[in-house]
């Protein structure tokens, strides 16, 4: 694998680790939101999908997201009679982010954007040392 071809598999890393990170950010925001009516539908935990693409001119396996969508699983539901948000029977429903799962999907996707600016360093010091011996 050449440098530009390194270069080039770290910054779709980038591009999709950003991504996610977007993602985790819009889901904690939203931890605790609620509908505005009673009995309605509240924030659903979004996600991204990730896949994996073969680049024909140089060989290399690229990243990019699949697809955006959201957390089909149950939403809670907490009973707070007083909640504008409650239904007939005094329960809301809340969304379903977890943020622990939220804060760890964070963590592993700040260390891959870690890893691939990481690289993208590397293969770039290469080719200024490289240069550096031309002249």
Avoid: C, W
């Amino acid at each position: 694998m050449n440098l530009e071809t390194a270069m080039r598999v770290a910054s779709t890393g980038m591009k999709v680790q950003s991504a996610r990170l977007r993602v985790v950010a819009e889901n904690l925001a939203n931890a605790e939101s609620t509908a505005r009516t009673p009995g309605g539908e509240p924030y659903r935990r979004k996600t991204i999908e990730v896949t994996g693409r073969r680049d024909r001119s140089s060989g290399a396996t690229l990243v990019e997201i699949r697809r955006y969508g959201t957390d089909r699983s149950e939403l809670p539901l907490r009973y707070l009679p007083g909640h504008p948000a409650a239904d007939a029977a005094g329960y809301v429903r809340f969304p379903n982010v977890n943020p622990l799962i939220e804060l760890v999907d964070m963590r592993e996707a700040q260390r891959s954007y870690e890893a691939n600016l990481n690289a993208m360093q590397m293969a770039r010091g290469m080719i200024q040392r490289t240069l550096d011996i031309l002249r």
